[in-house]
């Protein structure tokens, strides 16, 4: 259900950063609407607990932005969905992804918490991105379920094996990241 709330931007940035020099940022989710309540998240705690997915926001305003970001910003090295949940709850990311790549040559990098690869229409999502930044907390479930905190119905084992699935699906280049705590 596409929600027509207004919104100043979907973008912050271009933003320095170590791994993908300076990133634009496309926020395409309501504030705080993940599938997790991970302990260290830098936003603080989860408002909006989901693993449903849907579309938050005028396609057509994301990709207005982010064409009017490129042509104002001479350095853009990346642009990275991410934010503020994530990104792959929202239902139109494929179709934001490969808009994005036939507007520009940018590589399209995707920071994801990895919970959502479990569902093979995310993982085909995925796939016309350059980068996909998954995330792996945990390797075991009582490990899983103290930092990242997900919803009931997530379980690290099949998230494991959904990045395995990925890993022979995706062409592009996979970076996990793995956050010690």
């Not at 949940?85 to 990895?114: H, Y």
């Not at 569902?119 to 907390?137: E, G």
């Amino acid at each position: 259900m596409l929600k027509k709330k207004a919104r100043a931007t979907h973008l912050y940035g271009p933003v320095p950063s170590r791994r993908l020099g300076f990133s634009l940022g496309v926020d395409i989710l309501p504030y705080k609407t993940c599938s997790f309540d991970c302990i260290y998240c830098q936003l603080g705690r989860t408002d909006r607990k989901s693993g449903r997915r849907g579309r938050f926001f005028s396609s057509r305003e994301i990709l207005r932005q982010v064409r009017d970001a490129i042509a104002k910003n001479p350095r853009i090295d990346h642009i990275t969905f991410s934010g503020s949940g994530e990104p792959t709850l929202n239902a139109g990311i494929g179709e934001l992804i490969r808009n994005i790549k036939q507007m520009t040559d940018i590589p399209v990098v995707v920071l994801t918490n990895s919970s959502l690869l479990t569902r093979q229409s995310v993982r085909r999502a995925l796939l016309a991105a350059d980068i996909v930044v998954p995330s792996l907390d945990a390797a075991t479930a009582a490990a899983f379920r103290r930092v990242n905190r997900p919803l009931p119905a997530f379980k690290v084992e099949d998230i494991i094996r959904a990045l395995e699935l990925f890993r022979r699906e995706f062409k592009g280049r996979i970076w996990l990241e793995v956050m010690l705590v």
